[in-house]
């Protein structure tokens, strides 16, 4: 802040506005807060904890979410364009 080269952005797409990439963020935000609540703790700790435990159910929800985050991935491959 003192060299005066401190900015707020928003990382986006080109063909992307500002709004709606917050307001993808904060769906975004939404759905993993009502999975938090849903399975009564915090879905990472739900994927560290039981997973080094070998929780076989960790194991499941581990691959939902890769399996999930490829499908988003792959739906929004065209908003970063």
Known sequence: MLARRFRLTVERGASVSVTHRLGLATAGGSV???????ARGCTSGQALTGGALLSV??????????????AAAWLMRGEWT
């Open 32 to 38: 993993m807060g009502v999975g938090a609540v849903l």
């Open 57 to 70: 159910g960790s194991w499941i929800f581990i691959a939902g979410a890769f399996a999930a985050a490829c």
